[in-house]
């Protein structure tokens, strides 16, 4: 796999999966734009550092996915700094957990918020770039949650349920011009989303998977690296479980 030169934004990038996808890219040759919010300011330039590391330019650009001036603000400094962009990681994220009955309107409305009309407004910014070059990788985030569902994740699973059908959407819209979007479904991978699960539910998903033990960010980055590379060239509209095999 080879990703020399290219250019990749990955949204909340400050986060456990962002990082690991940001270093694992870099390594690969991608230069990485760091997006995140402003109060993660500090981890998005540890995730710059560790890029620069690697000899790569790690450009953070702070802002909202659920922001549509944001985002438009992102694109328009990413093409001014590089002139291009070949891959969009949908990484950003947040989970509000709690049984549908308990769960407010506003732990509804800020989860399909973020993970879902976040996707759509950086899919949206950066199609018009893309199919201007021709070509593009598009990698959304999605999660097992949004395959089988999850008892205390109504929110979270009908915004990654969402994220599947928008990523099959994207795909069939954008295939003429040469642009790929897939979806990665993540199982139970250790990151400060997961450190907050009690024990006994961290232990009820540990049970169920197949190979034993929790998935790693390096697990999900190097899936997402592939489906980013030219490697994966001729698969689009796909759902990937990075999972252990706990769906098969
Ligand atoms: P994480 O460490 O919490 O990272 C998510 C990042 O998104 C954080 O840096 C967060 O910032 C940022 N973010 C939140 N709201 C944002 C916004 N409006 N605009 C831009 N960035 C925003 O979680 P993670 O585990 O790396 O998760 C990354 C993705 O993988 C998520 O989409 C998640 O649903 C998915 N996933 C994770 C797992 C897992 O087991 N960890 C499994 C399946 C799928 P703050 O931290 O400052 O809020």
Do not use: H
Not at 81 to 95: C, H, M, P, Q, S
Not at 97 to 108: A, G, N, V, Y
Not at 135 to 160: D, E, L, P, T
């Amino acid at each position: 796999m080879n990703l020399g030169d290219r250019v990749a934004i990955i949204t909340g990038c400050g986060g456990g999966l962002g990082r690991a996808m940001a270093v694992r890219m870099a390594g690969l040759g991608a230069d990485i734009v760091i997006n995140d919010i402003p109060q993660a300011e500090e981890a998005a330039n540890e995730v710059a550092e560790l890029v620069a590391q690697l000899g790569r330019k790690g450009f953070v650009a702070l802002g909202s996915v659920t922001s549509a001036d944001d985002v438009g603000a992102m694109v328009e400094q990413v093409m001014n700094e590089f002139g291009r962009i070949d891959i969009l990681v949908n990484n950003a994220g947040i989970t509000r957990d709690t049984l549908m009955i308990r769960m407010s309107e506003d732990d509804w409305d800020i989860v399909l918020d973020i993970n879902l009309k976040g996707a759509f407004l950086c899919t949206k910014a950066i199609a018009r770039p893309m199919m201007k070059a021709r070509s593009g990788r598009i990698v959304n985030i999605a999660s097992v949650s949004g395959v089988m569902g999850n008892v205390g994740q109504a929110n979270y699973s009908a915004s990654k349920g969402g994220l599947i059908a928008l990523t099959k959407t994207t795909a069939k819209e954008l295939a003429p011009r040469g642009i790929t979007c897939n979806a990665v479904a993540p199982g139970f991978i250790e990151t400060k989303m997961t450190e907050e699960l009690d024990e006994e539910v961290r232990q009820e998903w540990l049970r169920s998977i197949p190979l034993g033990r929790a998935g790693t960010p390096e697990d999900v980055a190097d899936v997402v690296a592939f489906l980013a590379s030219d490697a994966a060239g001729y698969v689009t509209g796909q759902v990937l479980n990075i999972d252990g095999g706990l769906i098969m």
